[in-house]
């Protein structure tokens, strides 16, 4: 600001471009940075992914070569079994806890700040935090059935975290566990949103609140409820910390999940074009929830304004 | 729906959320009070129990007594990398955040619709495509295994977030008030710290926590893009668990979960109702 009047009497001298550099500066670089790693890093993956790469990038053309030994490869087909099941699973149990508990908390209940707080705190706590805590928990020689025993029921079982069969589901215990609370914070805002008048109406028309909520309520939420779907199906995509500290994809390669392919692929074997194909692979996934989201949103804005 | 219902269904529906409640609080109350066990009370019954003497000695072993892979100075150093990568990044990617989520609402220029769609695509590409690129870039400008490296990282991946969070907040400033300042003669600087910082305190500190919060959680990068002695705190918990597979000591890493997982928590505690904004502003794209 001193600066600038200091510059004024010279202020002819200078070129317009260059009085205004630190501007042009400080608005494009942060952005064009921002923008060209998405692009360029986007672009360079694609293209290693047709590379015949392993140990370094190198150039050539494999076609699609990669794709169909990673499509092949066991390893890939389990996680993508794993992530149907889990994120569809996760996706559809969270949601639901997160609408029973939003709609409770609705119910002009005492404590409801704190209930909130509660049911809000796993998200701010890192996966790696909570997937080492739920392994406690779910060990069998540690946790919930050891305690059991203790007790005296001595042929409890809950051993879920080294059944290769059911060890997914402790994944989808531990994921609904952290972030039902994020889709219970939306719905409460949603719920919060309902028009009152129309409630009014419908209480005067003697609606009880089971019909209140299935006819009125409840359908008003679905906008919502699309967003919180695809939200935790974004995080449900990309799982890695969560599983890295519950199971590492364990027992054997029970819980392996496309994250965990990648970075197996990339890092640990060295197979930088497989790696990338798998990679791509779960843009791929991912672009099939967004794309069909972001055309609906769209189509809703569209008609919100012309409406 | 908020009438009062009578007096069963309201005892069922207090009875419902506190028990969920309960379920939710058992984790973290699981790990406070083993936290407070020696190793070999745990090892003789479960993780789940009463502490029989406060075994305050966990959490100075944790903090800077216990090894991972073969150095033995606790958690400390890595608590220190976190924060060294966290607080910088966090400072960077907000005020540049700032000034560019400013720039593409007020200020406005030629592309700018083009470029902040571009860069609010971070928000969902996966960090599996960019791990690569990553450490190809860094290995190039010498910045691998360096906490340098993850500000970098952690500056430029959170201008999506940061941008997007400051241009909605800013989009509802009357553009009147900048056209205003620009006829007197103000400068895009002057109008930033004149007009648009005085106005930010709301959204600066939903993005700050936000910031804040993501970084020191993050794992997947600092796990690929450091080792040893350069790991971020939720890296190290990982290599710790690993290191201490065969003797187990699960006082001390109760004790070290919990101080990892303290600055964000505290950071909740205070700040909860910007980090719940921070949420639901990050849902509704």
Same mark, same amino acid.
């Given at each position: 600001m001193?600066?600038?009047?200091?510059?004024?009497?010279?202020?002819?001298?200078?070129?317009?471009?260059?009085?205004?550099?630190?501007?042009?500066?400080?608005?494009?670089v942060?952005?064009?940075?921002?923008?060209?790693?998405?692009?360029?890093?986007?672009?360079?993956?694609?293209?290693?992914s047709?590379?015949?790469s392993?140990?370094?990038p190198?150039?050539?053309?494999?076609?699609?070569?990669?794709?169909?030994?990673?499509?092949?490869?066991?390893?890939?087909?389990?996680?993508?079994?794993?992530?149907?099941l889990f994120?569809?699973?996760?996706?559809?149990?969270?949601?639901?806890?997160?609408?029973?508990?939003?709609?409770?908390?609705?119910?002009r209940?005492?404590?409801?700040?704190?209930?909130?707080?509660i049911?809000?705190?796993?998200?701010?706590?890192?996966?790696?935090?909570?997937?080492?805590?739920?392994?406690w928990?779910?060990?069998?020689?540690?946790?919930?059935?050891?305690?059991?025993?203790?007790?005296?029921?001595?042929?409890?079982r809950f051993?879920?975290l080294?059944?290769r069969?059911?060890?997914?589901?402790?994944?989808?215990?531990?994921?609904?566990?952290?972030?039902?609370g994020?889709?219970?914070?939306l719905?409460?805002?949603?719920l919060?949103?309902?028009?009152?008048d129309i409630?009014?109406?419908?209480?005067?028309?003697?609606?009880?609140?089971?019909?209140m909520?299935?006819?009125?309520?409840?359908?008003?939420?679905?906008?919502?409820?699309?967003?919180?779907?695809?939200?935790?199906?974004?995080?449900?995509?990309?799982?890695?910390?969560?599983?890295?500290?519950?199971?590492?994809?364990g027992?054997?390669i029970?819980?392996q999940?496309?994250?965990?392919?990648?970075?197996?692929?990339?890092?640990?074997?060295?197979?930088?074009?497989?790696?990338a194909?798998?990679?791509?692979?779960?843009?791929?996934?991912?672009?099939?929830?967004?794309?069909?989201y972001?055309?609906?949103?769209?189509?809703?804005?569209?008609?919100?304004?012309?409406? | 729906?908020?009438?009062?219902?009578?007096?069963?269904?309201?005892?069922?529906?207090?009875?419902?959320?506190?028990?969920?409640?309960?379920?939710?609080?058992?984790?973290l109350a699981?790990v406070?009070?083993n936290?407070?066990?020696?190793?070999?009370?745990? $090892?003789?019954?479960?993780?789940?129990?009463?502490?029989?003497h406060?075994a305050?000695?966990n959490?100075a $072993?944790?903090?800077?007594?216990?090894?991972?892979?073969?150095?033995?100075?606790?958690?400390?150093?890595?608590?220190? *990398?976190?924060a060294?990568?966290?607080?910088?990044? +966090?400072?960077?990617?907000?005020?540049l955040?700032?000034?560019a989520?400013?720039?593409?609402?007020?200020?406005?220029?030629?592309?700018? *619709?083009?470029?902040?769609?571009?860069?609010?695509?971070?928000l969902?590409?996966?960090?599996?495509?960019?791990?690569?690129?990553?450490?190809?870039?860094?290995?190039?400008?010498?910045l691998? *295994? +360096?906490?340098?490296?993850?500000?970098?990282?952690?500056?430029?991946?959170?201008?999506?977030?940061?941008?997007?969070?400051?241009?909605?907040?800013?989009?509802?400033?009357?553009?009147?008030?900048?056209r205003? $300042?620009?006829i007197?003669?103000?400068?895009?600087?002057?109008?930033?710290?004149r007009?648009?910082?005085?106005?930010?305190?709301?959204?600066l500190?939903?993005?700050?926590?936000?910031?804040?919060?993501h970084?020191?959680?993050?794992?997947?990068?600092?796990?690929?893009?450091?080792?040893?002695?350069?790991?971020p705190?939720?890296a190290?918990?990982?290599?710790?668990s690993a290191?201490?597979?065969?003797?187990p000591?699960?006082?001390?890493?109760?004790?070290?979960?919990?101080?990892?997982?303290?600055? +964000?928590?505290?950071?909740y505690v205070?700040?909860?109702?910007?980090f719940?904004?921070?949420?639901?502003?990050? $849902?509704?794209?």
């Amino acid at each position: 600001m001193s600066n600038a009047a200091a510059m004024r009497p010279g202020r002819s001298a200078l070129p317009e471009w260059v009085r205004r550099l630190p501007e042009y500066l400080m608005i494009w670089v942060p952005l064009l940075l921002s923008a060209a790693h998405l692009i360029s890093f986007s672009l360079w993956t694609i293209w290693i992914s047709f590379t015949p790469s392993t140990l370094v990038p190198v150039t050539g053309w494999v076609g699609l070569r990669n794709y169909s030994a990673v499509a092949a490869s066991r390893n890939w087909q389990i996680a993508f079994d794993n992530l149907l099941l889990f994120g569809i699973s996760f996706v559809v149990l969270s949601a639901a806890t997160g609408l029973v508990l939003a709609i409770l908390l609705d119910q002009r209940i005492r404590g409801e700040n704190v209930l909130r707080s509660i049911f809000l705190y796993p998200l701010a706590v890192s996966f790696v935090v909570t997937g080492t805590v739920w392994s406690w928990l779910l060990n069998p020689g540690l946790g919930i059935q050891k305690l059991v025993h203790d007790l005296g029921w001595s042929s409890f079982r809950f051993d879920w975290l080294i059944d290769r069969d059911m060890a997914i589901w402790t994944i989808v215990i531990a994921a609904i566990w952290q972030s039902s609370g994020f889709a219970m914070a939306l719905f409460l805002a949603g719920l919060r949103s309902v028009d009152g008048d129309i409630v009014k109406a419908a209480q005067i028309d003697g609606a009880g609140p089971v019909r209140m909520y299935r006819r009125i309520i409840l359908p008003s939420l679905w906008p919502i409820t699309i967003t919180v779907i695809v939200i935790q199906l974004q995080f449900a995509i990309s799982t890695f910390d969560l599983v890295r500290a519950l199971t590492n994809g364990g027992p054997g390669i029970a819980t392996q999940l496309p994250a965990l392919v990648v970075y197996d692929l990339m890092f640990q074997r060295s197979l930088l074009g497989r790696g990338a194909a798998a990679a791509v692979l779960m843009l791929l996934i991912l672009l099939a929830v967004l794309l069909p989201y972001a055309a609906w949103r769209y189509h809703q804005r569209r008609r919100a304004t012309h409406a | 729906m908020r009438e009062r219902g009578f007096a069963p269904t309201r005892i069922l529906i207090y009875l419902i959320v506190l028990l969920v409640a309960a379920a939710w609080l058992a984790p973290l109350a699981v790990v406070v009070l083993n936290s407070l066990r020696t190793n070999e009370e745990i $090892a003789q019954g479960s993780m789940i129990g009463w502490p029989q003497h406060l075994a305050w000695s966990n959490y100075a $072993a944790a903090w800077s007594g216990f090894c991972v892979a073969e150095t033995c100075a606790g958690i400390r150093p890595y608590m220190l *990398n976190s924060a060294l990568v966290t607080i910088p990044a +966090t400072i960077f990617s907000t005020l540049l955040g700032a000034v560019a989520g400013y720039a593409v609402s007020l200020w406005r220029f030629r592309g700018d *619709n083009w470029i902040y769609g571009i860069v609010t695509l971070g928000l969902f590409l996966p960090q599996q495509m960019r791990l690569l690129p990553w450490t190809i870039v860094l290995r190039d400008i010498g910045l691998i *295994n +360096t906490l340098a490296g993850l500000v970098l990282i952690h500056t430029i991946q959170g201008l999506s977030f940061t941008t997007l969070f400051c241009r909605n907040y800013y989009v509802a400033i009357p553009h009147e008030l900048i056209r205003a $300042a620009r006829i007197d003669g103000a400068g895009f600087f002057r109008i930033f710290w004149r007009i648009i910082l005085p106005l930010s305190p709301p959204i600066l500190i939903v993005t700050v926590i936000w910031q804040f919060t993501h970084i020191w959680n993050e794992f997947l990068y600092g796990v690929t893009f450091t080792s040893g002695q350069q790991q971020p705190v939720t890296a190290a918990l990982i290599a710790l668990s690993a290191a201490v597979a065969d003797i187990p000591q699960h006082g001390v890493q109760s004790a070290a979960v919990i101080i990892a997982a303290l600055p +964000t928590l505290l950071i909740y505690v205070l700040g909860g109702r910007y980090f719940v904004r921070g949420l639901t502003a990050g $849902a509704v794209k």
